[in-house]
């Protein structure tokens, strides 16, 4: 079974940071791309930002300098730092994983970012 894990999501004011970690189980971690992305209410799932295998990464412009997507193969872990969080940064944030037409998706973890 393919199990993503989403952990360290929560409440917090504009300008503070979190760390997001997603554990995976199941699959060959180091081959698959990572990513996270976020859906806030009535909006459509967006990428927020993605790692592959080889170290890559690409991220939404309006997170580009705030955030950074980090991975530890040896832990089949991606992280995901928040820093300077805005408001419109509020959205659950789920943890993806990728190989050609694989995909899976960890269960989503809350982010609020009070003003």
């Known amino acids: 079974q393919v199990q993503l894990a989403e952990s360290g999501g929560g409440l917090v004011q504009a300008g503070g940071s979190l760390r997001l970690s997603c554990g995976a189980s199941?699959?060959?971690?180091?081959?698959?791309?990572m990513g996270w992305y976020r859906q806030a209410p009535g909006q459509q799932r967006e990428l927020v930002a993605d790692?592959?295998?080889?170290?890559?990464?690409n991220y939404l412009d309006s997170v580009k300098g705030r955030f950074t997507i980090s991975r530890d193969n040896a832990k089949n872990t991606v992280y995901l730092q928040m820093n300077s969080l805005k408001p419109e940064d509020t959205a659950v944030y789920y943890c993806?994983?990728?190989?050609?037409?694989?995909?899976?998706w960890g269960q989503g973890t809350q982010v609020t970012v009070s003003s």
């Open positions: 199941g699959i060959p971690f180091s081959i698959y791309a």
């Open positions: 993806n994983a990728k190989l050609t037409v694989y995909w899976y």
């Open positions: 790692i592959s295998s080889s170290g890559n990464t």
